[in-house]
């Protein structure tokens, strides 16, 4: 029998408990701040951070530090830097791949320089949800709820700067000001996401529930319910299949994000295509 029939035995283990506490703070946290970044079309962006955390993190394992303070001191710093420059970012994608190639090099840097971060860095990269601590859960907790009230705070003049933003500039919404404090939250998503699927498969969280979600429709907060209900059974049904099967929960919440895209994009092509022709109209009517 492939799957064994053990299911309530899953939570009688500490780190399995972790695991889905972590994840799913990650997974609301990345739905949420995802389907902003895929409506500003900020997706490479959103890359280019996981990556520069990678400097960070090496960096802060190098130095005995918390592995996440350095994640989000690269990436809040990166982020700020790009809100600055606002809808400039979009069109610099050589600016950027230039500091991932720094950003690497840096990282490749603190690995050679420490034989102790050799087994950290598939963590890092690749990330490793069955080795989050109480500790961490309890960081994640505390950065995710500061993310969700600001995002609560700024939501409707953030949605309506992200569709209209020449609009929203001549009535006196602070474009910029709010381009520099998303970055700012994306850095810190980046930041959390890194530990449960790593800087590589940073899209599995961040962007694929949320263009899922924008193949199913147009109204921003049924799409927001959509992404955050996409990342969160990636990431329930990764731990399952990972408690079950002895492979990285990662590779199967990477696995499960992007079938979930597959199926809607294949399945139902008609119902897509009709939604992606009425998008720009109906978030048109954002007051």
């Given at each position: 029998m492939f799957f064994s029939a053990g299911w309530l035995g899953i939570f009688e283990y500490a780190f399995m408990r972790n695991a889905f506490m972590a994840g799913t703070l990650v997974a609301v946290t990345a739905g949420i701040v995802g389907y902003f970044v895929v409506l500003r079309r900020l997706a490479f962006a959103g890359h280019a951070l996981a990556h520069i955390g990678f400097a960070g993190a090496t960096g802060a394992v190098f130095l005995n530090l918390n592995l996440f303070v350095g994640l989000a001191v690269f990436t809040t710093g990166a982020g700020i830097a790009m809100g600055i420059l606002g809808d400039k970012v979009r069109g610099r994608d050589v600016a950027i791949g230039t500091v991932l190639a720094l950003t690497m090099g840096l990282?490749?840097?603190f690995l050679s320089l420490s034989t102790k971060l050799a087994g950290e860095a598939t963590s890092i990269l690749f990330g490793d949800l069955l080795a989050i601590s109480w500790a961490q859960v309890q960081l994640t907790l505390v950065f995710a709820i500061g993310t969700l009230l600001v995002m609560a705070t700024i939501y409707r003049p953030l949605l309506f700067a992200s569709v209209?933003?020449?609009?929203?500039?001549?009535?006196?919404?602070?474009?910029?000001?709010?381009?520099?404090?998303?970055?700012?939250?994306l850095?810190?998503?980046?930041?959390?996401a890194v530990q449960v699927v790593g800087v590589l498969l940073i899209f599995s969280?961040?962007?694929t529930p949320a263009a899922t979600a924008h193949l199913l429709t147009s109204r921003p907060?049924?799409?927001?319910?959509?992404?955050?209900g996409f990342a969160v059974a990636s990431v329930w049904s990764g731990l399952l299949l990972?408690?079950?099967?002895?492979?990285?929960?990662?590779?199967?919440?990477?696995?499960?994000?992007?079938t979930l895209y597959l199926g809607v994009r294949l399945l139902i092509p008609s119902f897509t295509m009709a939604r992606q022709r009425s998008a720009q109209s109906n978030l048109q009517t954002v007051p």
């Open positions: 990282g490749n840097l209209d933003p020449e609009m929203a500039e001549t009535r006196g919404v602070p474009v910029r000001l709010l381009g520099v404090l998303f970055m700012v939250l850095a810190l998503t980046v930041s959390q969280l961040l962007i907060e049924i799409g927001i319910v959509y992404a955050v990972a408690y079950q099967i002895p492979w990285p929960p990662s590779a199967f919440i990477t696995l499960i994000s992007f």
